[in-house]
Structure formats: structure tokens, C-alpha cells
């Protein structure tokens, strides 16, 4: 359980766990329902704003927990929708979270930690270096903080939509899915977090916080063998793998984790994976490096790769940072190589462009706190263009 100042933070806490403490407070388990409902689909931090439940009841809350998101640094809304939030995690460290809102879903990318070990060669964060994990709380909070501003900038339309005589907390429940997609693809490598990244996507999935279906739920890894195998005995949610190579004396250098976990164990892993999910299939995401992993001889062994498991490929346009030293693959060469996957029945993507005006601010901030993340540039957007739905 997450405390701050000796205080439970709520955030942090997924139901079984809210059960066992409100218990020990001497409350019926169905309280930890009506708590959860008005903190995560309300949005209430007040606990006196907590009608249903009895006054003793609020002011032991009042006594004992608190609602804490990590504090906002700036918040910036790009000029097609997109939104990106730079969190304070203390210690001179910032974390990114961004929204991709479209016609049919509103997609939030989340960061897990401040810093990655895992050092890819392409990635920013990787560059960085590891500071520390983020506790449940501030996984969940980055949540809760998006939908709490995503709703403040539309309380008239959506108040009309809602019809005449509507609360406001009945509006913010219905809105629930203006963030219908979570992809753990923000800073840090959620699977080497699990302890406290478990306890989030619980909340994310559950039916009186977040109720976000299981497969609108993505955890991206860079392969983490052991804890994808945990993931999937836990809460198998929608996997997305950081392949980026096609053979192990490439992935060695642009992933170092691949040494520990070359390609055939992570092929494995993600087969056993999907044992528990059948039918569901494995994101390969493929960052397209100029001259590095983008050749048509690359293509042809991804082909190979892709062929031994049920998956789709998403091809990221790099995006580039001074001391990374590398490039990104021009149009017409993702083009090709594209090309020659889906010739070979390969379902492929290509990531999309948003949000760059805000990019470059993202950039300026770089001066003042440790953000160099750059994750709504990588992200972009986590709609692809599809170039074709092959069936493999
Ligand atoms: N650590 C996890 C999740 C965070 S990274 C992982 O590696 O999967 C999310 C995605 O952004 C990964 O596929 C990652 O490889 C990609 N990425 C990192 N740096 C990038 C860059 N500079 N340009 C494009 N994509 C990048
Ligand atoms: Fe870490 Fe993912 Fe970046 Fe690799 S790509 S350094 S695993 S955040």
C-alpha cells in the first residue's frame, strides 16, 4: 500500500487490498466499492464530498488517507487534440504522460518509471539512465489526473449530452471512456516495475475504478522473459514486445536486455503468453533506424520471426536525439520495407505523426528538469496508419 506522510494514498490501492483495510476499520467489503467508485470513476478527492458513506466512516478517511497525484509541472494541448502532462516525481525528475484522442478513442500512454535501466540505444529515456520506480499511486494518479483535466475542459457539452437534470458526477462517470485505451508506453520499462505496475493495471480493469476491458490495456516490454510469464498468469492484458531487431547480434546492440533474453527465449515467452490469452496476438513494435535495421535482408528475417508467432508488426518512424548519433529511415524506405512485410502475409503498421507542436516544448523543458524523454514525439501516436490487414 502506498503512503504518503504516513497517509494512505487511495490511489495506490486496488480493491482486494481496499477490502482487507476498510475491514480493519470495521466496515462491510461493499464500502470499498462505494469508495472506489467515488475516487477513480468520480473523481472525488474530498472525502467529505463522499455522500453515501457515513460520517465516522469519512472522517477515519480524513484521519488516515489522502489522494495524491504526483504534481502537474506544465500541461499542454497541441492543436489536434493531442495533450501531454509533465509530472513532478521529485528529486529534479519528470515523468510524461500523453493523450491521442480520436474519432472512436482516447488513448493515454503512461510512464512506469523515472529512467529506464534497460539503456536501448535509440530510446531517450534509455539515455538518462535509471533514477527510480514509480509507485502504484503515481501510475494510477497520471490516470486520474488525465481524465480530471480531459473533463474540466468540457463540462458544458458533455453536461447537455448527459441531459437535463444531470450531476456532474453522473457526467463524469458516463465519461469514463473519453480515456478508452491505456498503453504503458511512456518512460521506463513497466514489466521491471511489477510489484507496483500489478496493482495499476487491476485498477485500470476494474469495473468500479477504471473498467477499461482487458484488451484495451497495453503493457509494451522490451522483454523481460520472466515477468512477461508472470503477466500472463496475472492479468493478461494486450502485449506489445520492442523487437526492433530481427536477429540477436543486432538486438544485442540496440537492446541490451536482448543478451540476457536473446530472440529465441522472447519468441517462447511470447507463445506461452498467449496460451492464456488464445485469442489474442503479440504487437511487434520495430523502430526504423536509417542504414541500421532497415535493410530488405531485415525484412526478409523478420518475416521469419513474425512466422512463429500470432502477432502484428508496428513499424515507428525514429525519432531523433543529439547524442543518440543515429538517423531516421526515409518515407519511401519504411515504404519498401513495409512492403516486403505485408507481401509475405505480415499485418503491418506504420506509426502516425501527432502532436509535434508540442513536442518542441517538450524540448525547451529539457533546461529545467530531467525531460528528455520525448515520449509524445515516440509515441506520436499510438493510431497507425494501416497499410494493410493481411491475414498471416
Ligand atoms: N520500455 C518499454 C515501454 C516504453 S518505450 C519498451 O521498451 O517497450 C515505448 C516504445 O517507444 C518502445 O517500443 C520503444 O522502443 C519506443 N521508442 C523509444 N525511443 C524511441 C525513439 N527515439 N523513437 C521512436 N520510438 C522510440
Ligand atoms: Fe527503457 Fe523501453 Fe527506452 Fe528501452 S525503449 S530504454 S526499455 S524505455
Not at 474530498?46 to 455522500?51: G, I, L, P, R, V
Not at 482487458?214 to 506489445?240: E, I, K
Request: glycine share 6%; net charge neutral.
Amino acid at each position: 500500500m502506498t503512503t504518503t506522510d504516513q497517509r494512505i494514498n487511495l490511489l495506490g490501492v486496488e480493491s482486494n487490498s481496499l477490502v482487507r483495510q476498510v475491514g480493519a476499520w470495521g466496515n462491510k467489503p461493499f464500502r470499498a466499492k462505494q469508495l472506489l467508485r467515488w475516487v477513480h470513476q468520480r473523481g472525488i478527492a474530498d472525502f467529505d464530498q463522499m455522500t453515501d458513506l457515513a460520517k465516522g466512516f469519512r472522517s477515519t478517511l480524513t484521519e488516515n488517507c489522502t489522494l495524491q497525484t504526483p504534481p502537474v509541472i506544465t500541461q499542454k494541448v497541441s492543436t489536434d487534440g493531442t495533450r501531454k502532462w509533465l509530472f513532478d516525481v521529485g528529486n529534479n525528475n519528470a515523468v510524461e504522460t500523453v493523450f491521442i484522442p480520436e474519432d472512436d478513442r482516447g488513448t493515454l500512454c503512461i510512464s512506469s518509471q523515472a529512467g529506464c535501466t534497460v539503456a536501448c540505444r535509440f530510446c531517450s529515456t534509455g539515455h538518462q539512465g535509471f533514477n527510480r520506480n514509480l509507485t502504484t499511486a503515481e501510475i494510477v494518479g497520471q490516470l486520474w489526473q488525465a481524465r480530471h483535466d480531459i473533463m474540466q475542459d468540457m463540462p458544458a457539452a458533455r453536461l447537455a449530452a448527459a441531459g437535463e437534470g444531470a450531476t456532474s458526477a453522473a457526467t463524469h462517470e458516463q465519461d469514463l471512456r473519453v480515456i478508452s485505451n491505456v498503453v504503458m508506453m511512456g518512460m521506463g520499462e513497466p514489466l521491471l516495475n511489477y510489484d507496483q505496475l500489478l496493482p495499476a493495471l487491476q485498477l485500470m480493469l476494474d469495473d468500479n475504478a477504471y473498467g477499461l476491458s482487458r484488451r484495451r490495456v497495453t503493457v509494451s516490454t522490451s522483454g523481460v522473459v520472466p515477468f512477461m510469464d508472470r503477466l500472463a498468469h496475472d492479468c493478461p492484458v494486450a502485449l506489445a514486445v520492442s523487437l526492433h531487431a530481427p536477429n540477436d547480434a543486432l538486438r544485442d546492440q540496440l537492446v541490451p536486455l536482448n543478451r540476457k533474453y536473446p530472440l529465441a527465449e522472447l519468441i517462447a515467452a511470447c507463445n506461452r503468453y498467449l496460451e492464456r490469452a488464445p485469442r489474442d496476438f503479440i504487437t511487434f513494435e520495430y523502430v526504423m533506424l536509417d542504414g541500421v535495421n532497415d535493410s530488405d535482408e531485415h525484412a526478409r528475417q523478420l518475416v521469419e520471426i513474425t512466422r512463429q508467432v500470432k502477432c502484428k508488426l508496428n513499424l515507428i518512424p525514429f525519432n531523433p536525439f543529439p547524442e543518440s548519433g543515429l538517423g531516421r529511415s526515409s518515407n519511401a524506405r519504411i515504404r519498401q520495407f513495409s512492403s516486403l512485410l505485408v507481401d509475405q502475409g505480415v499485418i503491418t503498421t506504420v506509426r502516425k505523426t501527432r502532436g509535434e507542436d508540442i513536442d518542441a516544448a517538450c524540448g525547451q523543458l529539457a533546461g529545467d528538469v530531467k525531460d528528455r524523454t520525448r515520449i509524445s514525439e515516440r509515441m506520436q501516436a499510438f493510431k497507425s496508419i494501416p497499410i494493410t490487414e493481411i491475414s498471416s
